[in-house]
């Protein structure tokens, strides 16, 4: 699996004023059958000096496709096939890059057409750019380029392609294919408008399921890109950007490409939609497969679950080349058989329940008999109740909020579903146990547990993840009623033959990624947060085993004191 890079979420003032503006556009969206359209935003720089220049109308018109490799259940490439260019932006200008006269957008079968004015006999070109500022409801860029850790983003990197031309003396049909360029070393223009197809797809999967109107999102790909990415594609939230591998610099062909691995893409892209109309709580990190923190699996599962739906079929495929001859990963969401680890804390465990959830009916077609067929409009609209004030995100929030909002779904039934057949995917409900996550723990409380962030014995992350794992960390939530100081202990009981290096952390939810107080002194010695004065409100408390070196594993007693 991929390594999800994700960088500090927005101030939380800043998300409690979306969620609400969200939550009332979306009421208003299902009053309506799901109506309404997303706004494209402003139109782009890209063609702004287009104006007539006097000259008799013509009309410009045609069909533009562009090519990508063929992905198969045995790899990427190397037969070429070619799509429409949906909903792209076209540009009708000068031979050479002179002034431009019209600019339109494609419609869903790659078609276009546009009256222009250009002076006679004049030589016309049509460029086609990877982006949909001329579209109403889409606002999607493809570029060119390395993502920017800000959202600023430049039309200049663009993804275009010059097509054919026609002399401005009537009429006249302009049609091409964007070339992949197979072994082209620096160009092959059809990446970015394959990667803004599949986002497309995706987008308008949201749109129709919700009735809201998504921001502006942006995917980034170039030839070589790997090392600069670090070798893992990601989302960026505070760019809202997408960025995906595009090989290795000088062996392209041999190396780890994303431009055309559609289920990676559409994974990404729902990290968008859960940064720009749902809410996460991951930290983030590396992840193989292991069970991992909750809020971690949910993050990463309902990634890959929602954009399997969104492309309609259960199979997720990341091939490592683009000439078919090496292995790829893959599985599917119906029925996962890869190191699958059951319970809230398996990613795979949480994308097959939300696929499951979501095929059969006018969904995807169901081939394991699961029971539940969901639209995929309640299934979002759960997502949306996310409190970013109060809510410890993972599947059983999901659930419940699913349970409560569905005008189909009883507990019964999801109680049963997730029982099996055709599958026991090891979380109960009513949730209980375990399944109850963060803790809840009031002032007096005192609370006993165990963390542990050693390695696997054998060493083996598909069984155990040091850092991010399930065991690694527990959290707590504590609710204030009004501002009140307290005092958190945590009492380090050392297990024989383990590292005992625990820490003590006191967050928000916006403060994941940067604790609000912590304590992490060395070795055994108990931590202490406080006194402290905190406002009223839901706080989070976190042990966490230290996983630097060879790592930790301790015994603990956490107790909260009002002072």
């Not at 820490?503 to 006194?531: H, K, M, R, Y």
Request: with cysteine.
């Amino acid at each position: 699996m991929r390594l999800c890079l994700r960088p500090g979420p927005l101030p939380l003032p800043a998300r409690v004023a979306r969620r609400t503006a969200l939550l009332a556009a979306l009421a208003l969206a299902l009053g309506a059958c799901g109506g309404g359209g997303g706004g494209g935003g402003s139109p782009p720089p890209i063609g702004s000096g287009c104006a007539g220049a006097g000259g008799p109308p013509i009309t410009i018109s045609g069909v533009i496709q562009y090519q990508r490799l063929v992905l198969s259940p045995v790899g990427l490439g190397p037969a070429l096939e070619s799509r429409p260019a949906r909903f792209v932006d076209v540009e009708i200008r000068q031979q050479g890059g002179g002034p431009c006269y019209g600019i339109t957008s494609t419609d869903a079968a790659g078609a276009y057409s546009s009256v222009v004015t250009p002076p006679a006999s004049t030589v016309l070109e049509v460029v086609a750019y990877a982006k949909t500022g001329q579209d109403p409801l889409r606002d999607l860029t493809a570029h060119e380029a390395d993502p920017p850790f800000s959202n600023s983003h430049s039309d200049a990197n663009v993804y275009a392609h010059v097509g054919g031309t026609h002399v401005a003396d009537g009429d006249g049909v302009v049609g091409f294919t964007v070339p992949y360029n197979p072994g082209h070393p620096t160009t092959r223009p059809s990446i970015g408008f394959g990667a803004l197809d599949v986002m497309v797809t995706c987008w308008e999967g949201v749109r129709l399921a919700t009735g809201l109107a998504l921001p502006a999102v942006h995917v980034y790909t170039r030839l070589g890109n790997n090392a600069a990415l670090g070798s893992t594609s990601f989302f960026r939230p505070g760019a809202w950007a997408i960025a995906l591998l595009g090989g290795a610099a000088g062996n392209l062909d041999n190396s780890d490409t994303d431009y055309f691995d559609d289920a990676v893409i559409a994974h990404e892209f729902c990290h968008f939609v859960e940064e720009a109309i749902s809410f996460s709580q991951s930290r983030g990190g590396s992840h193989a497969g292991a069970p991992i923190e909750p809020n971690f699996a949910w993050s990463e599962g309902q990634a890959t679950g929602f954009g399997c739906l969104l492309l309609g079929t259960p199979l997720y495929r990341d091939t490592f080349t683009t000439n078919s001859s090496s292995p790829s990963f893959g599985f599917s969401a119906e029925n996962v058989v890869t190191p699958d680890p059951p319970g809230i804390g398996g990613e795979l465990t949480v994308a097959e329940i939300v696929w499951d959830l979501g095929d059969g009916g006018a969904g995807p077609t169901d081939t394991d008999g699961d029971g539940i067929a969901l639209p995929l409009s309640e299934l979002l609209a759960a997502t949306l109740t996310f409190d970013p004030a109060a809510d410890g995100v993972y599947l059983g929030l999901f659930l419940d909020r699913l349970v409560a909002l569905s005008a189909t779904l009883t507990a019964g039934q999801l109680a049963a579903f997730l029982a099996g057949p055709p599958e026991n995917q090891g979380v109960s409900y009513p949730l209980a146990g375990a399944d109850v996550w963060p803790t809840a723990i009031g002032l007096g409380d005192v609370a006993l547990g165990q963390v542990d962030s050693l390695p696997a014995n054998p060493p083996n992350l598909s069984v155990k993840d040091p850092c991010r794992g399930l065991t690694s960390s527990a959290w707590y939530h504590l609710v204030l009623p009004q501002a009140t100081t307290v005092r958190i202990d945590l009492d380090i009981q050392p297990v024989a033959g383990s590292g005992d290096n625990l820490d003590l952390f006191l967050t928000t939810n916006a403060q994941v990624f940067q604790a609000f107080a912590a304590s992490t002194n060395s070795g055994a010695t108990d931590e202490q947060i406080g006194p402290i004065t905190l406002a009223a409100g839901t706080w989070f408390i976190r042990v966490e085993a230290n996983c630097g070196g060879s790592g930790n594993k301790a015994d603990y007693v956490l107790t909260v004191v009002q002072e």
